[in-house]
Protein backbone atom coordinates (compact mmCIF):
# COMPACT_ATOMS: atom_id res chain seq x y z
CA UNK A 1 0.00 0.00 0.00
CA UNK A 2 0.83 3.89 -0.12
CA UNK A 3 4.12 4.20 1.92
CA UNK A 4 3.40 5.97 5.38
CA UNK A 5 6.68 6.68 6.77
CA UNK A 6 6.53 6.22 10.70
CA UNK A 7 6.21 9.14 13.02
CA UNK A 8 9.05 7.72 14.42
CA UNK A 9 11.41 7.90 11.74
CA UNK A 10 10.02 11.17 10.66
CA UNK A 11 12.67 14.20 10.74
CA UNK A 12 11.50 17.05 12.56
CA UNK A 13 11.82 20.50 10.43
CA UNK A 14 14.92 21.66 12.27
CA UNK A 15 16.45 18.22 10.77
CA UNK A 16 15.60 18.87 7.09
CA UNK A 17 18.85 18.87 4.92
CA UNK A 18 19.28 22.69 3.70
CA UNK A 19 19.14 21.56 0.06
CA UNK A 20 16.20 19.69 0.33
CA UNK A 21 13.88 23.27 1.58
CA UNK A 22 12.70 25.83 -0.34
CA UNK A 23 14.83 29.08 -0.35
CA UNK A 24 12.64 31.63 1.32
CA UNK A 25 15.24 33.82 1.77
CA UNK A 26 15.03 35.70 -1.16
CA UNK A 27 11.50 36.56 -0.33
CA UNK A 28 13.09 37.73 3.03
CA UNK A 29 16.30 37.03 4.13
CA UNK A 30 14.44 36.20 7.78
CA UNK A 31 12.08 36.76 10.23
CA UNK A 32 13.19 39.81 11.77
CA UNK A 33 12.66 41.20 7.69
CA UNK A 34 9.46 40.15 7.29
CA UNK A 35 8.78 41.48 11.02
CA UNK A 36 9.59 45.06 9.71
CA UNK A 37 7.62 45.12 6.94
CA UNK A 38 4.60 43.70 9.08
CA UNK A 39 4.89 46.52 11.25
CA UNK A 40 5.23 48.79 8.99
CA UNK A 41 1.67 48.03 7.08
CA UNK A 42 0.19 47.81 10.29
CA UNK A 43 0.87 51.37 11.45
CA UNK A 44 -0.55 51.92 8.23
CA UNK A 45 -3.83 49.79 8.82
CA UNK A 46 -4.23 51.73 12.33
CA UNK A 47 -3.94 55.09 9.84
CA UNK A 48 -7.05 53.46 8.31
CA UNK A 49 -4.30 52.95 5.32
CA UNK A 50 -3.61 56.88 5.02
CA UNK A 51 -3.65 56.92 1.10
CA UNK A 52 -6.62 54.67 0.60
CA UNK A 53 -8.78 56.85 3.54
CA UNK A 54 -7.43 60.26 2.33
CA UNK A 55 -8.85 58.89 -1.21
CA UNK A 56 -12.19 57.92 -0.37
CA UNK A 57 -13.06 61.11 0.93
CA UNK A 58 -11.83 63.10 -2.14
CA UNK A 59 -14.37 60.57 -4.50
CA UNK A 60 -14.54 62.48 -7.57
CA UNK A 61 -15.26 60.83 -11.43
CA UNK A 62 -12.19 61.73 -12.72
CA UNK A 63 -9.77 60.02 -14.92
CA UNK A 64 -6.60 61.37 -12.82
CA UNK A 65 -8.06 60.50 -9.53
CA UNK A 66 -9.06 57.28 -10.79
CA UNK A 67 -5.68 56.09 -11.58
CA UNK A 68 -3.95 57.67 -8.25
CA UNK A 69 -6.67 55.32 -6.77
CA UNK A 70 -6.04 51.90 -8.72
CA UNK A 71 -2.18 52.40 -7.97
CA UNK A 72 -2.38 53.02 -4.66
CA UNK A 73 -4.40 50.07 -4.11
CA UNK A 74 -2.44 48.02 -6.15
CA UNK A 75 0.44 48.85 -4.72
CA UNK A 76 -0.73 47.90 -1.06
CA UNK A 77 -2.15 45.09 -2.18
CA UNK A 78 0.70 43.97 -3.52
CA UNK A 79 2.40 44.46 -0.59
CA UNK A 80 0.57 42.35 1.39
CA UNK A 81 0.70 39.97 -0.89
CA UNK A 82 3.85 39.07 -0.07
CA UNK A 83 3.58 39.51 3.45
CA UNK A 84 0.92 37.29 3.46
CA UNK A 85 3.12 34.54 1.05
CA UNK A 86 5.98 34.32 3.23
CA UNK A 87 4.33 32.98 6.57
CA UNK A 88 1.24 30.45 4.73
CA UNK A 89 5.17 29.07 3.04
CA UNK A 90 6.42 29.14 6.53
CA UNK A 91 3.51 27.65 8.24
CA UNK A 92 3.61 24.81 6.36
CA UNK A 93 6.98 24.06 6.53
CA UNK A 94 5.27 22.97 10.36
CA UNK A 95 1.94 23.55 10.95
CA UNK A 96 3.14 23.04 14.41
CA UNK A 97 5.17 26.03 14.46
CA UNK A 98 3.44 28.96 17.04
CA UNK A 99 5.39 31.89 16.20
CA UNK A 100 4.80 30.95 12.60
CA UNK A 101 1.12 30.34 13.69
CA UNK A 102 0.95 33.61 15.66
CA UNK A 103 2.30 35.30 12.65
CA UNK A 104 0.00 33.84 10.20
CA UNK A 105 -3.01 34.97 12.26
CA UNK A 106 -1.75 38.11 12.38
CA UNK A 107 -0.89 38.64 8.62
CA UNK A 108 -4.45 37.57 7.77
CA UNK A 109 -6.02 40.07 9.44
CA UNK A 110 -4.38 43.08 8.25
CA UNK A 111 -5.20 41.15 5.04
CA UNK A 112 -9.01 40.72 6.05
CA UNK A 113 -8.90 44.55 7.73
CA UNK A 114 -7.61 45.94 4.19
CA UNK A 115 -9.89 43.83 2.07
CA UNK A 116 -12.43 45.77 4.29
CA UNK A 117 -11.45 48.95 3.67
CA UNK A 118 -11.32 49.01 0.24
CA UNK A 119 -14.75 46.94 -0.25
CA UNK A 120 -15.78 50.74 -1.35
CA UNK A 121 -13.48 51.12 -4.73
CA UNK A 122 -15.54 48.53 -6.96
CA UNK A 123 -18.89 49.84 -5.98
CA UNK A 124 -18.09 53.44 -6.39
CA UNK A 125 -16.21 53.19 -9.32
CA UNK A 126 -19.79 51.03 -11.00
CA UNK A 127 -21.86 53.84 -9.78
CA UNK A 128 -20.75 56.73 -12.13
CA UNK A 129 -22.18 56.67 -15.03
CA UNK A 130 -21.52 54.40 -18.03
CA UNK A 131 -20.06 57.25 -20.34
CA UNK A 132 -17.42 57.88 -17.73
CA UNK A 133 -16.53 54.52 -17.30
CA UNK A 134 -15.75 54.45 -21.32
CA UNK A 135 -13.56 57.37 -20.68
CA UNK A 136 -11.38 55.27 -18.52
CA UNK A 137 -11.63 52.91 -21.15
CA UNK A 138 -10.06 55.00 -23.70
CA UNK A 139 -7.97 57.11 -22.27
CA UNK A 140 -4.30 56.73 -22.80
CA UNK A 141 -3.96 57.86 -18.62
CA UNK A 142 -5.46 54.20 -17.57
CA UNK A 143 -3.99 52.47 -20.73
CA UNK A 144 -2.31 49.85 -18.75
CA UNK A 145 -5.24 49.27 -16.49
CA UNK A 146 -7.11 48.64 -19.14
CA UNK A 147 -8.55 44.61 -18.27
CA UNK A 148 -9.43 46.56 -14.87
CA UNK A 149 -11.94 48.65 -16.15
CA UNK A 150 -13.05 46.33 -18.63
CA UNK A 151 -14.22 44.02 -16.11
CA UNK A 152 -15.88 46.68 -14.30
CA UNK A 153 -18.05 48.03 -17.04
CA UNK A 154 -19.06 44.05 -17.98
CA UNK A 155 -20.21 44.45 -14.58
CA UNK A 156 -21.83 47.53 -15.07
CA UNK A 157 -24.51 46.07 -16.71
CA UNK A 158 -26.28 43.72 -13.72
CA UNK A 159 -25.55 47.04 -11.05
CA UNK A 160 -28.84 47.41 -9.07
CA UNK A 161 -29.45 50.98 -7.55
CA UNK A 162 -27.43 51.96 -4.37
CA UNK A 163 -30.18 50.79 -2.27
CA UNK A 164 -30.53 47.57 -3.96
CA UNK A 165 -26.97 46.93 -3.92
CA UNK A 166 -27.14 47.23 -0.28
CA UNK A 167 -29.81 44.67 0.23
CA UNK A 168 -27.87 42.08 -2.06
CA UNK A 169 -24.91 42.49 0.48
CA UNK A 170 -27.10 41.51 3.19
CA UNK A 171 -28.78 38.63 1.23
CA UNK A 172 -24.90 37.70 0.04
CA UNK A 173 -24.46 36.66 3.87
CA UNK A 174 -27.22 33.56 3.58
CA UNK A 175 -25.61 32.41 0.06
CA UNK A 176 -23.29 30.35 1.66
CA UNK A 177 -25.37 28.64 4.12
CA UNK A 178 -26.00 25.43 2.01
CA UNK A 179 -22.90 24.84 1.12
CA UNK A 180 -21.59 25.27 4.71
CA UNK A 181 -24.39 22.92 5.90
CA UNK A 182 -23.62 20.00 3.81
CA UNK A 183 -19.34 20.58 4.42
CA UNK A 184 -20.15 20.24 7.88
CA UNK A 185 -22.36 17.16 7.36
CA UNK A 186 -19.95 15.77 4.80
CA UNK A 187 -16.29 16.26 7.09
CA UNK A 188 -17.74 16.36 10.29
CA UNK A 189 -21.26 15.04 11.35
CA UNK A 190 -21.19 11.86 8.81
CA UNK A 191 -19.56 8.94 10.31
CA UNK A 192 -19.19 5.64 7.70
CA UNK A 193 -17.88 3.09 10.44
CA UNK A 194 -16.56 0.59 8.74
CA UNK A 195 -16.16 -2.38 6.32
CA UNK A 196 -15.68 -6.06 6.15
CA UNK A 197 -13.15 -7.45 3.36
CA UNK A 198 -13.43 -10.91 2.13
CA UNK A 199 -11.92 -12.92 5.10
CA UNK A 200 -14.43 -10.78 7.45
CA UNK A 201 -11.82 -8.53 8.90
CA UNK A 202 -12.92 -5.04 9.91
CA UNK A 203 -11.46 -2.20 8.01
CA UNK A 204 -12.25 1.70 9.74
CA UNK A 205 -14.29 3.79 6.53
CA UNK A 206 -13.19 7.39 6.13
CA UNK A 207 -13.19 9.61 3.19
CA UNK A 208 -9.27 9.25 2.91
CA UNK A 209 -9.44 5.30 3.11
CA UNK A 210 -12.31 5.47 1.01
CA UNK A 211 -10.27 6.09 -2.19
CA UNK A 212 -7.68 3.86 -0.85
CA UNK A 213 -10.11 0.63 -0.47
CA UNK A 214 -11.71 1.45 -3.90
CA UNK A 215 -8.30 0.42 -5.50
CA UNK A 216 -7.82 -2.52 -3.35
CA UNK A 217 -7.69 -6.03 -5.69
CA UNK A 218 -9.85 -7.42 -2.61
CA UNK A 219 -13.67 -7.38 -4.60
CA UNK A 220 -15.25 -7.86 -1.48
CA UNK A 221 -13.67 -4.63 0.06
CA UNK A 222 -14.53 -2.53 -2.48
CA UNK A 223 -18.09 -3.10 -2.56
CA UNK A 224 -19.18 -2.93 1.07
CA UNK A 225 -16.97 -0.05 0.78
CA UNK A 226 -18.79 1.76 -1.64
CA UNK A 227 -22.26 0.50 -0.48
CA UNK A 228 -21.70 1.28 2.83
CA UNK A 229 -20.51 4.98 2.15
CA UNK A 230 -22.87 5.50 -0.58
CA UNK A 231 -25.92 3.97 2.14
CA UNK A 232 -24.73 6.59 4.86
CA UNK A 233 -25.31 9.31 2.38
CA UNK A 234 -28.57 7.89 0.92
CA UNK A 235 -29.93 7.92 4.81
CA UNK A 236 -29.76 11.76 4.34
CA UNK A 237 -31.14 11.89 0.83
CA UNK A 238 -34.00 14.38 1.94
CA UNK A 239 -31.70 16.55 3.58
CA UNK A 240 -28.90 16.78 1.35
CA UNK A 241 -31.28 17.18 -1.30
CA UNK A 242 -32.94 20.22 0.31
CA UNK A 243 -29.14 21.58 0.25
CA UNK A 244 -28.47 21.22 -2.95
CA UNK A 245 -31.87 22.81 -3.76
CA UNK A 246 -30.92 25.83 -1.57
CA UNK A 247 -27.91 25.97 -3.31
CA UNK A 248 -30.03 26.31 -6.87
CA UNK A 249 -31.89 28.60 -5.36
CA UNK A 250 -29.16 31.45 -4.20
CA UNK A 251 -28.05 30.96 -8.25
CA UNK A 252 -31.21 31.74 -9.41
CA UNK A 253 -31.85 34.89 -6.96
CA UNK A 254 -28.89 36.41 -8.38
CA UNK A 255 -30.25 35.02 -11.87
CA UNK A 256 -33.52 37.52 -11.40
CA UNK A 257 -32.01 40.24 -9.21
CA UNK A 258 -29.41 41.18 -11.33
CA UNK A 259 -32.04 40.08 -14.72
CA UNK A 260 -29.22 37.99 -15.63
CA UNK A 261 -30.31 35.57 -18.83
CA UNK A 262 -29.34 31.98 -17.26
CA UNK A 263 -28.03 30.92 -13.80
CA UNK A 264 -25.12 29.01 -16.44
CA UNK A 265 -24.55 32.42 -17.78
CA UNK A 266 -24.67 34.47 -14.32
CA UNK A 267 -21.70 32.02 -13.67
CA UNK A 268 -19.83 33.22 -17.42
CA UNK A 269 -20.18 36.66 -17.76
CA UNK A 270 -17.44 37.49 -15.25
CA UNK A 271 -14.63 35.96 -17.34
CA UNK A 272 -16.57 36.50 -20.28
CA UNK A 273 -16.94 32.44 -21.45
CA UNK A 274 -19.89 32.11 -24.20
CA UNK A 275 -22.36 29.81 -23.02
CA UNK A 276 -21.67 28.37 -26.68
CA UNK A 277 -17.98 26.51 -24.49
CA UNK A 278 -20.17 25.15 -22.17
CA UNK A 279 -22.98 23.47 -24.27
CA UNK A 280 -20.04 22.62 -26.84
CA UNK A 281 -18.59 20.49 -23.99
CA UNK A 282 -21.77 18.93 -23.58
CA UNK A 283 -22.97 17.95 -26.12
CA UNK A 284 -19.57 16.89 -28.15
CA UNK A 285 -18.94 14.49 -25.49
CA UNK A 286 -22.83 13.35 -25.29
CA UNK A 287 -22.30 12.20 -28.82
CA UNK A 288 -18.89 10.51 -28.27
CA UNK A 289 -19.56 8.38 -25.11
CA UNK A 290 -19.11 5.41 -27.16
CA UNK A 291 -15.26 6.25 -26.31
CA UNK A 292 -16.32 5.30 -22.84
CA UNK A 293 -18.34 2.60 -23.49
CA UNK A 294 -15.12 0.89 -25.05
CA UNK A 295 -13.27 1.92 -21.81
CA UNK A 296 -16.23 -0.13 -19.34
CA UNK A 297 -16.13 -3.08 -21.48
CA UNK A 298 -12.54 -3.41 -21.41
CA UNK A 299 -12.22 -3.27 -18.01
CA UNK A 300 -15.09 -6.08 -17.50
CA UNK A 301 -13.06 -7.88 -19.82
CA UNK A 302 -9.78 -7.71 -17.88
CA UNK A 303 -11.41 -8.74 -14.48
CA UNK A 304 -12.83 -11.20 -16.07
CA UNK A 305 -16.25 -10.19 -14.29
CA UNK A 306 -20.01 -11.19 -15.08
CA UNK A 307 -21.29 -8.07 -14.20
CA UNK A 308 -19.49 -4.70 -13.65
CA UNK A 309 -20.37 -2.62 -10.84
CA UNK A 310 -19.06 1.08 -9.97
CA UNK A 311 -16.86 -0.65 -7.41
CA UNK A 312 -15.04 -2.19 -10.42
CA UNK A 313 -14.17 1.02 -11.92
CA UNK A 314 -11.29 2.38 -10.10
CA UNK A 315 -9.39 -0.85 -9.04
CA UNK A 316 -5.87 -1.48 -11.73
CA UNK A 317 -5.88 -3.78 -14.35
CA UNK A 318 -2.29 -5.14 -13.54
CA UNK A 319 -1.02 -5.70 -10.24
CA UNK A 320 1.03 -2.47 -8.45
CA UNK A 321 4.77 -2.31 -10.18
CA UNK A 322 7.85 -1.46 -7.96
CA UNK A 323 9.21 1.59 -9.32
CA UNK A 324 11.17 4.19 -7.63
CA UNK A 325 13.01 7.13 -8.26
CA UNK A 326 15.14 10.12 -6.28
CA UNK A 327 14.01 13.22 -6.56
CA UNK A 328 17.17 14.19 -8.54
CA UNK A 329 15.99 11.50 -10.68
CA UNK A 330 12.69 12.63 -11.17
CA UNK A 331 13.58 16.05 -11.59
CA UNK A 332 15.93 14.87 -14.89
CA UNK A 333 13.07 13.17 -16.12
CA UNK A 334 10.75 16.12 -15.92
CA UNK A 335 13.32 18.70 -17.35
CA UNK A 336 14.13 16.07 -20.16
CA UNK A 337 10.35 15.22 -20.43
CA UNK A 338 10.09 18.98 -21.14
CA UNK A 339 12.21 19.69 -24.51
CA UNK A 340 9.13 20.95 -26.42
CA UNK A 341 8.95 23.28 -25.08
CA UNK A 342 12.34 24.28 -26.27
CA UNK A 343 16.08 24.94 -24.52
CA UNK A 344 15.05 27.92 -22.52
CA UNK A 345 12.32 26.52 -21.03
CA UNK A 346 14.23 23.57 -19.83
CA UNK A 347 17.35 25.93 -18.55
CA UNK A 348 15.11 27.92 -16.43
CA UNK A 349 13.54 24.42 -14.90
CA UNK A 350 16.61 23.10 -14.19
CA UNK A 351 17.98 26.36 -12.38
CA UNK A 352 14.52 26.20 -10.26
CA UNK A 353 14.12 22.85 -9.37
CA UNK A 354 17.88 21.92 -8.69
CA UNK A 355 19.74 25.41 -8.07
CA UNK A 356 17.49 28.17 -6.76
CA UNK A 357 15.59 25.41 -4.06
CA UNK A 358 11.73 25.98 -5.20
CA UNK A 359 10.77 23.30 -4.10
CA UNK A 360 10.42 21.93 -0.20
CA UNK A 361 10.64 17.99 -0.97
CA UNK A 362 10.36 15.85 1.60
CA UNK A 363 7.79 15.23 4.53
CA UNK A 364 8.68 16.24 8.33
CA UNK A 365 7.34 16.69 11.20
CA UNK A 366 4.37 18.90 10.96
CA UNK A 367 4.54 19.72 7.36
CA UNK A 368 1.19 20.56 5.30
CA UNK A 369 0.44 17.27 3.33
CA UNK A 370 -0.46 17.11 -0.32
CA UNK A 371 1.36 19.53 -2.88
CA UNK A 372 0.82 22.66 -4.75
CA UNK A 373 2.36 25.29 -6.66
CA UNK A 374 2.37 28.72 -4.76
CA UNK A 375 4.21 31.91 -4.28
CA UNK A 376 3.47 35.65 -5.18
CA UNK A 377 4.44 38.17 -7.15
CA UNK A 378 7.86 39.27 -5.34
CA UNK A 379 8.51 35.44 -4.85
CA UNK A 380 10.29 32.10 -6.30
CA UNK A 381 6.82 29.86 -7.73
CA UNK A 382 7.60 27.82 -4.69
CA UNK A 383 6.36 23.76 -4.52
CA UNK A 384 5.37 21.90 -1.87
CA UNK A 385 5.80 18.28 -2.39
CA UNK A 386 5.99 15.48 0.06
CA UNK A 387 8.15 12.81 -1.81
CA UNK A 388 8.67 9.61 -1.54
CA UNK A 389 9.51 8.56 -4.83
CA UNK A 390 6.75 6.73 -6.55
CA UNK A 391 5.53 7.72 -10.27
CA UNK A 392 2.60 9.45 -8.59
CA UNK A 393 5.15 11.75 -6.54
CA UNK A 394 7.21 12.17 -9.98
CA UNK A 395 3.94 13.06 -12.17
CA UNK A 396 3.02 15.30 -9.29
CA UNK A 397 6.13 16.96 -9.35
CA UNK A 398 6.04 17.63 -13.37
CA UNK A 399 2.08 19.23 -12.53
CA UNK A 400 3.24 21.59 -10.54
CA UNK A 401 6.47 22.39 -11.69
CA UNK A 402 3.78 23.12 -14.94
CA UNK A 403 1.94 25.86 -12.67
CA UNK A 404 5.17 27.02 -11.35
CA UNK A 405 6.75 27.78 -15.21
CA UNK A 406 3.26 29.49 -16.10
CA UNK A 407 3.78 31.42 -12.64
CA UNK A 408 7.07 32.38 -13.65
CA UNK A 409 6.89 33.57 -17.18
CA UNK A 410 3.70 35.72 -16.18
CA UNK A 411 5.37 37.59 -13.50
CA UNK A 412 8.31 37.88 -15.61
CA UNK A 413 6.29 39.42 -18.76
CA UNK A 414 3.15 41.04 -16.92
CA UNK A 415 2.65 43.56 -14.42
CA UNK A 416 1.46 42.80 -10.99
CA UNK A 417 -2.38 43.36 -11.58
CA UNK A 418 -2.14 41.46 -14.71
CA UNK A 419 0.16 38.69 -13.74
CA UNK A 420 -2.07 36.46 -12.05
CA UNK A 421 -3.76 33.90 -14.57
CA UNK A 422 -7.48 33.01 -14.05
CA UNK A 423 -8.90 29.67 -12.79
CA UNK A 424 -10.02 29.09 -16.14
CA UNK A 425 -6.45 28.67 -17.78
CA UNK A 426 -4.19 27.82 -14.50
CA UNK A 427 -4.63 23.89 -14.95
CA UNK A 428 -3.26 24.02 -18.52
CA UNK A 429 0.11 24.17 -17.93
CA UNK A 430 -0.04 21.63 -15.13
CA UNK A 431 -1.29 19.02 -17.74
CA UNK A 432 0.64 20.16 -20.17
CA UNK A 433 3.70 18.97 -18.02
CA UNK A 434 1.79 16.04 -17.27
CA UNK A 435 0.89 14.96 -20.64
CA UNK A 436 4.61 15.64 -21.87
CA UNK A 437 6.15 13.92 -18.93
CA UNK A 438 3.72 10.86 -19.62
CA UNK A 439 4.98 10.53 -23.21
CA UNK A 440 8.32 10.60 -22.62
CA UNK A 441 8.40 7.80 -19.73
CA UNK A 442 6.24 5.28 -22.64
CA UNK A 443 9.00 6.39 -25.07
CA UNK A 444 12.03 5.51 -22.72
CA UNK A 445 10.36 2.39 -20.94
CA UNK A 446 10.28 -0.82 -22.30
CA UNK A 447 8.98 -3.06 -19.65
CA UNK A 448 5.30 -4.17 -20.45
CA UNK A 449 3.90 -4.05 -16.90
CA UNK A 450 5.45 -0.44 -16.64
CA UNK A 451 3.86 0.56 -19.74
CA UNK A 452 0.90 -0.66 -19.06
CA UNK A 453 1.00 1.26 -15.62
CA UNK A 454 1.69 4.44 -17.42
CA UNK A 455 -1.20 4.09 -19.90
CA UNK A 456 -3.61 3.22 -17.73
CA UNK A 457 -2.66 6.35 -14.97
CA UNK A 458 -3.33 8.18 -17.97
CA UNK A 459 -6.27 6.41 -19.38
CA UNK A 460 -7.70 6.98 -15.60
CA UNK A 461 -6.55 10.66 -15.83
CA UNK A 462 -8.74 11.33 -19.09
CA UNK A 463 -11.66 9.46 -17.54
CA UNK A 464 -11.90 11.42 -14.20
CA UNK A 465 -11.17 14.98 -15.08
CA UNK A 466 -13.12 14.74 -18.45
CA UNK A 467 -15.53 12.62 -18.10
CA UNK A 468 -16.32 12.09 -14.84
CA UNK A 469 -15.86 16.61 -14.73
CA UNK A 470 -18.51 16.62 -17.77
CA UNK A 471 -20.79 14.08 -16.37
CA UNK A 472 -21.22 16.32 -13.39
CA UNK A 473 -21.47 19.54 -15.49
CA UNK A 474 -24.03 18.42 -17.33
CA UNK A 475 -26.15 17.23 -14.46
CA UNK A 476 -24.99 20.92 -12.90
CA UNK A 477 -26.63 22.59 -15.97
CA UNK A 478 -29.42 19.95 -15.73
CA UNK A 479 -30.83 20.48 -12.32
CA UNK A 480 -30.59 24.33 -12.91
CA UNK A 481 -32.93 24.02 -15.96
CA UNK A 482 -35.40 22.33 -13.24
CA UNK A 483 -34.74 25.11 -10.59
CA UNK A 484 -35.02 27.48 -13.61
CA UNK A 485 -38.70 26.05 -15.26
CA UNK A 486 -39.82 26.72 -10.99
CA UNK A 487 -39.54 21.96 -10.40
CA UNK A 488 -39.08 21.13 -7.49
CA UNK A 489 -35.81 18.95 -7.21
CA UNK A 490 -37.13 15.81 -4.88
CA UNK A 491 -34.30 12.90 -4.62
CA UNK A 492 -36.71 10.77 -6.75
CA UNK A 493 -35.83 13.52 -9.80
CA UNK A 494 -32.32 13.62 -8.99
CA UNK A 495 -31.19 10.11 -8.92
CA UNK A 496 -33.46 9.35 -12.03
CA UNK A 497 -31.38 11.85 -14.04
CA UNK A 498 -28.16 10.79 -12.67
CA UNK A 499 -28.58 7.38 -12.91
CA UNK A 500 -29.67 8.26 -16.50
CA UNK A 501 -26.46 10.25 -17.11
CA UNK A 502 -24.09 7.40 -16.08
CA UNK A 503 -25.37 4.99 -18.05
CA UNK A 504 -25.51 6.98 -20.82
CA UNK A 505 -21.47 7.39 -20.10
CA UNK A 506 -20.58 4.07 -19.16
CA UNK A 507 -22.80 2.22 -21.50
CA UNK A 508 -24.67 -0.69 -21.24
CA UNK A 509 -21.31 -3.04 -19.40
CA UNK A 510 -21.95 -1.02 -16.36
CA UNK A 511 -24.41 -1.76 -14.10
CA UNK A 512 -26.25 1.17 -12.90
CA UNK A 513 -26.96 0.47 -8.90
CA UNK A 514 -28.94 2.49 -6.11
CA UNK A 515 -26.02 3.70 -4.49
CA UNK A 516 -24.49 4.69 -8.12
CA UNK A 517 -27.35 6.64 -8.87
CA UNK A 518 -27.20 8.70 -5.44
CA UNK A 519 -23.38 9.68 -6.03
CA UNK A 520 -24.86 12.89 -6.56
CA UNK A 521 -25.43 13.15 -2.58
CA UNK A 522 -21.73 13.57 -1.72
CA UNK A 523 -20.28 15.11 -4.07
CA UNK A 524 -19.46 18.70 -3.02
CA UNK A 525 -18.21 20.32 -6.73
CA UNK A 526 -22.62 20.72 -6.83
CA UNK A 527 -22.25 23.53 -4.52
CA UNK A 528 -19.30 25.47 -6.48
CA UNK A 529 -21.31 27.25 -9.47
CA UNK A 530 -20.65 25.89 -12.57
CA UNK A 531 -17.13 25.25 -11.68
CA UNK A 532 -16.58 21.66 -12.68
CA UNK A 533 -16.79 21.63 -16.41
CA UNK A 534 -13.33 23.77 -16.17
CA UNK A 535 -11.27 21.00 -15.27
CA UNK A 536 -12.79 19.31 -18.24
CA UNK A 537 -12.18 22.19 -20.96
CA UNK A 538 -8.59 21.81 -18.98
CA UNK A 539 -7.24 18.64 -20.20
CA UNK A 540 -9.07 18.60 -23.24
CA UNK A 541 -7.23 22.02 -24.14
CA UNK A 542 -3.61 21.02 -22.48
CA UNK A 543 -3.71 17.73 -24.65
CA UNK A 544 -4.41 19.75 -27.75
CA UNK A 545 -1.37 21.82 -26.67
CA UNK A 546 0.88 19.01 -25.98
CA UNK A 547 0.22 17.55 -29.41
CA UNK A 548 1.05 20.77 -31.17
CA UNK A 549 4.14 20.74 -29.22
CA UNK A 550 4.92 17.37 -30.25
CA UNK A 551 4.88 19.19 -33.79
CA UNK A 552 7.27 21.47 -32.97
CA UNK A 553 4.94 24.18 -32.47
CA UNK A 554 5.30 25.85 -29.24
CA UNK A 555 5.44 30.05 -29.55
CA UNK A 556 1.89 30.54 -29.58
CA UNK A 557 1.63 28.34 -26.34
CA UNK A 558 4.82 30.06 -25.08
CA UNK A 559 2.97 33.04 -25.29
CA UNK A 560 0.28 32.14 -23.55
CA UNK A 561 2.00 31.26 -20.21
CA UNK A 562 3.69 34.46 -21.06
CA UNK A 563 0.41 36.36 -21.22
CA UNK A 564 -0.93 35.85 -17.64
CA UNK A 565 -4.42 37.80 -17.18
CA UNK A 566 -3.50 40.44 -19.65
CA UNK A 567 -7.02 40.12 -21.36
CA UNK A 568 -9.87 37.74 -20.65
CA UNK A 569 -8.95 33.71 -20.81
CA UNK A 570 -10.86 32.82 -24.60
CA UNK A 571 -8.98 35.68 -25.58
CA UNK A 572 -5.58 34.69 -24.55
CA UNK A 573 -6.38 31.04 -25.63
CA UNK A 574 -7.66 32.24 -29.51
CA UNK A 575 -4.15 33.94 -29.57
CA UNK A 576 -2.46 30.55 -29.29
CA UNK A 577 -4.83 28.93 -31.63
CA UNK A 578 -7.36 27.60 -29.16
CA UNK A 579 -11.04 27.88 -30.14
CA UNK A 580 -12.76 26.71 -27.44
CA UNK A 581 -16.20 27.29 -29.19
CA UNK A 582 -15.68 24.37 -31.84
CA UNK A 583 -15.49 20.81 -31.10
CA UNK A 584 -11.89 20.10 -32.43
CA UNK A 585 -10.38 20.56 -28.66
CA UNK A 586 -12.95 18.11 -27.29
CA UNK A 587 -13.07 15.75 -30.12
CA UNK A 588 -8.96 15.34 -29.89
CA UNK A 589 -9.35 14.07 -26.55
CA UNK A 590 -11.81 11.80 -27.18
CA UNK A 591 -10.02 10.47 -29.93
CA UNK A 592 -7.00 10.64 -27.67
CA UNK A 593 -8.43 8.62 -24.99
CA UNK A 594 -9.99 6.05 -27.71
CA UNK A 595 -5.82 5.12 -28.41
CA UNK A 596 -5.06 5.11 -25.38
CA UNK A 597 -7.55 2.47 -24.36
CA UNK A 598 -6.78 0.61 -27.67
CA UNK A 599 -2.87 0.57 -26.95
CA UNK A 600 -3.86 -0.39 -23.67
CA UNK A 601 -6.01 -3.43 -24.94
CA UNK A 602 -3.21 -4.58 -27.11
CA UNK A 603 -0.38 -4.48 -24.30
CA UNK A 604 -2.35 -6.36 -22.24
CA UNK A 605 -3.56 -9.03 -24.82
CA UNK A 606 0.11 -9.62 -25.67
CA UNK A 607 0.98 -10.17 -21.69
CA UNK A 608 -1.72 -12.34 -21.25
CA UNK A 609 -1.03 -14.59 -24.05
CA UNK A 610 2.93 -15.02 -23.35
CA UNK A 611 2.28 -15.75 -19.67
ZN1 LIG B 1 -2.99 21.85 -10.49
Sequence with gaps: MIGFYGEKNMKSRAEVAKKDTW?????????????????????????????????KKEFTPDVAYIKRLIEAHFAISRKIDKLFTYVRLWLDQ?????????????????????????????????????????????????????????????QKAYVLSEESEKLMSYASRLDRAPNEAFKALNNADLVFGSVEDSEGKKHPLTHGLYQVYMKSFDRTLRENTYRTLHNTFRGFENTIGELLSGELQT????????????CLEASLIGNQIPKSVYMNLLSTVEKNTSALHAYTSLRKEALDLDELHYWD????????????????????????????????????????????????????KG??????????????????????????????????????MHTYLSNKNQKWHEARYPIFLA???STVHEQLTDDYLLQITEDVDKRLYLLQSQIDGIRNTFFRQTLFATFEYKIHELVEEEEALTPLVLKTLYGELNQKYYGPSLIIDEELKSEYLRIPHFYYNFYVYQYATGIATAIFCAKKLHQGDKEAYLQLLKSGASDYPMALLKRAGIDLESTAIIENCIETFSELVKKFEKELSKIRTSR
Design 367 to 404: KRSGAYSGGSYDSMPYILLNFHGTLQDLMTLSHEAGHS
Design 94 to 154: DITNTEAKNAYMLALAVAQGYQEAVSWIEPKILATSESFLKKCLDSDLLKEYRVFIHRLID
Design 23 to 55: NLEPLYINVDAWKKDFTELSLLAEKDWQEIATL
Design 251 to 262: HLFQKKARSYPS
Design 427 to 429: EIA
Design 313 to 364: MGVPLIQDVEWKFTFEEACEIVIASVAPLGKEYQEILRKGLLEDRWVDVYEN
